[in-house]
């Protein structure tokens, strides 16, 4: 291994260090950069290297800088955190689980289906993890644990739920993953709809089958009324302000009428409508979710210049072509590197933010997948097909690693909010099944492309 090798396996490990300090993961990654500059430097003037760094290196900063704050993709970022947050005030979500309770009454984990159904409802108007794990805590914990549901199951389902944000459009997520890898977002967005639906699916078919096979841990509502048109009613009216309003997003991409970054305005506009409406709308609230969104955004620029920084010193250091020789080098075809690749991803998901290892990690290892050749006709339907299946394994990995145990951080997102008699171990025990089931997930979408390439294959 040649100098420059060694200097980018110790500036990772580094990085990865001080995390565990507690500092700021932006202080973290700029603080990383320049300071491996320097050793570089260094290295050059008395170890007789050749990284080629200085700290005019960093001056290329300003161009990289440039581009991040004349980016049009990321207007959309604001945009989407507000929706996400206005929604969360407007108080559709306590409504939809009034009326669908009454309507999944009848069935063993019928409040259960409720906080999935729910789960989806908010994935695709929010797209924001921690506050859809909160709020379905909130919301939901309480009744099911009055209603004598398995504390494991209960905790599992809204932690799974929760993190349904992440995945199903319109996803902050893929907004920065498009971004950051140069494909379609509207693309990526479709693309994302099937797995999303599927996830969904295997939600609802475990909680019937438990209800089924153990009739204890998800008993039926004690109150439950008999299905007539008037709970029908209830149920299409709470229903119908969130679809609208997402169908108003992503059905104003699908259709070519807006870019994404202009349907974020218009989700921003239909989520203060919704709040409006249900007479949630004050000045105070406006402020709070304002400053939030502000909030929310800087940490998120933050982190996108200080991972430029890194990311442009590790590049300078050779750590693209040690990273490609590194993985060429596995014995298992192009498929062991993406699983490889994957694994990676798992692992550094109980340490990192998606924020993180989407600005480091996904740039680094998008060109060898785009080099790569694929027998797989489904992946030869679309532009950048293979990028874009890839681009949502990675999705569906994160997802799996932010339920997985002991660091998961959907994990600790309801631990903040849930009551005392619920215990960390509770959380571990209830969301393992899930995560087996989004395991399940990522095998068939890795196996079968064609769940992520056809959509947006056909779309235009």
Not at 26 to 33: F, I, K, N, Q, S
Not at 125 to 153: C, D, F, H, N, R
Not at 286 to 298: F, P, S
Not at 370 to 377: G, P
Request: proline content about 5%.
């Amino acid at each position: 291994m040649e100098v420059n090798e060694y200097l980018v396996i110790i500036m990772f490990l580094t990085f990865i260090v001080l995390l565990f300090t507690g500092i700021p993961v932006a202080y973290v990654l700029a603080g990383t950069g320049v300071l491996f500059t320097g050793v570089g430097y260094l290295s050059d003037q008395y170890l007789d290297t050749i990284t080629g760094l200085d700290f005019l290196t960093l001056g290329l900063m300003v161009n990289r800088l440039f581009k991040i704050m004349s980016n049009w993709v990321l207007v959309a970022l604001p945009m989407f955190i507000y929706m996400g947050l206005m929604l969360d005030r407007s108080d559709v979500a306590r409504k939809l689980m009034l009326s669908m309770q009454n309507l999944f009454g009848r069935l063993r984990g019928g409040l259960a289906i409720t906080v999935t159904a729910i789960g989806v409802l908010l994935a695709a108007s929010t797209g924001i993890i921690g506050a859809s794990v909160v709020l379905l805590g909130m919301l939901a914990l309480p009744s099911m644990l009055e209603q004598k549901y398995s504390k494991e199951l209960a905790v599992g389902t809204i932690c799974s739920a929760g993190t349904l944000g992440i995945l199903i459009p319109p996803s902050i997520m893929l907004v920065v993953m498009a971004d950051q890898l140069s494909i379609s977002v509207g693309d990526l967005f479709m693309g994302a709809v099937f797995p999303g639906i599927l996830l969904s699916i295997l939600y609802f078919l475990y909680i019937v089958i438990i209800g089924l096979l153990h009739p204890h841990k998800a008993p039926l509502h004690p109150k439950r009324k008999p299905l007539s048109l008037d709970v029908l009613w209830d149920v299409f009216k709470s229903v119908l302000p969130p679809v609208i309003l997402i169908l108003s997003v992503l059905g104003s991409i699908f259709a070519g009428i807006a870019t994404p970054t202009e349907a974020s305005g218009i989700g921003a506009l239909g989520a203060t409508i919704l709040a409006a409406y249900n007479k949630k709308l004050t000045l105070k609230i406006l402020k709070e979710v304002l400053y939030q969104t502000m909030n929310t955004t800087a940490f998120i620029m933050a982190i996108f210049i200080a991972a430029s920084c890194f990311s442009l010193v590790l590049r300078e250091l050779g750590g693209d072509e040690f990273i490609e020789k590194l993985l060429t080098a596995i014995p298992f075809g192009n498929y062991g590197v993406i699983l490889t690749i994957l694994f990676m991803v798992f692992v550094l998901g109980f340490f990192l933010d998606w924020i993180e290892i989407t600005l480091i990690i996904l740039p680094l290892v998008a060109p060898i997948i785009s080099a790569m050749e694929f027998s797989n006709a489904s992946l030869a339907l679309l532009e950048n097909g293979s990028l874009i299946w890839f681009t949502l394994l990675v999705a569906i990995t994160l997802q799996t690693s932010f339920l997985t145990p002991p660091v998961g951080f959907a994990i600790f997102y309801l631990k903040g909010v849930a009551p005392k008699e619920v215990k960390l171990i509770h959380i571990y025990k209830g969301v393992i099944p899930f995560v087996m089931l989004q395991l399940l997930a990522l095998g068939i979408v890795f196996l079968f492309p064609g769940i992520v390439t056809w959509l947006p294959s056909v779309s235009y």
